[in-house]
């Protein structure tokens, strides 16, 4: 079985069309099923919540300038890092 999940934005024409055609479609099979979720869900992560959190922190790091940037040098990695 395979599970595909679509966001369809009900107010637009596309996603009206879009709509109405795969309810059409599936109200005839037996083999297609349609769940309807509330869209303000937040879907579950398939991360740990402190590794979520640890990366945020990292991206906020960067955006304020709280970051280091290094360069290496490919020829002598460990030294260009100060581990030499």
């Known amino acids: ?3 595909i999940n679509i966001e369809i934005n009900e107010r637009t ?3 009206k069309a879009f709509l109405e055609m795969t309810t059409a479609l599936v109200n005839d099979s037996k083999g297609i099923e ?3 979720t509330d869209s303000n869900k937040v879907a579950e992560s398939i ?3 402190e590794f979520v959190k640890m990366i945020q922190k990292r991206f906020a790091d960067i ?3 709280k970051s280091k940037t290094i360069t290496l040098d490919p020829n ?3 030294g260009s890092l ?3």
């Open 82 to 84: 100060g581990l030499n």
């Open 34 to 36: 349609i769940y309807k």
């Open 63 to 65: 955006k304020s300038g």
């Open 47 to 49: 991360y740990d919540p």
């Open 13 to 15: 024409k596309v996603g």
């Open 76 to 78: 002598d990695v460990w």
């Open 1 to 3: 079985m395979t599970t």
